[in-house]
């Protein structure tokens, strides 16, 4: 199982802007997608963000469209989430997440078989 490290989390204030990055152990192509998740105290695990790692193909929640873009370097083995004009609403431990299977858009948490430990991300009001 791919070992999946976050880093770039911290704390903002509103209408700030962070980058997280997500390196896998080994060699993406073994992967058919990667994706960002996060979860806030008290409520579940919901998606973020998206990419096909081939085709780039991206992917985003409705809350995100427009101010987060999630990249990825192939020679690096890295996905990015560049979040920008944040909100307080978008406080949350987030996880980098990798799929091995065909993928065409789920938001499900479930479809995911790899996982990070999670990075905090706080935005202050």
């Known amino acids: 199982q791919v070992q999946l490290v976050e880093s770039g989390g911290g704390l903002v204030q509103a209408g700030g802007s962070l980058r997280l990055s997500c390196t896998a152990s080994?060699?993406?192509?073994?992967?058919?997608?990667m994706a960002w998740f996060r979860q806030a105290p008290g409520k579940e695990r919901e998606f973020v963000a998206a990419?096909?790692?081939?085709?780039?193909?991206?992917y985003y929640r409705d809350s995100v469209k427009g101010r987060f873009t999630i990249s990825r370097d192939n020679a690096k083995n890295t996905v990015y989430l560049q979040m920008n004009s944040l909100k307080p609403e978008d406080t949350a431990v987030y996880y980098c997440?990798?799929?091995?299977?065909?993928?065409?858009?789920?938001?499900?948490?479930?479809?995911?078989?790899?996982w990070g430990q999670g990075t905090q991300v706080t935005v202050s009001s």
């Open positions: 997440a990798a799929r091995r299977d065909y993928y065409s858009g789920s938001q499900s948490w479930s479809d995911f078989d790899s």
């Open positions: 080994e060699r993406t192509f073994s992967y058919y997608a």
């Open positions: 990419i096909r790692w081939s085709s780039g193909i991206t």
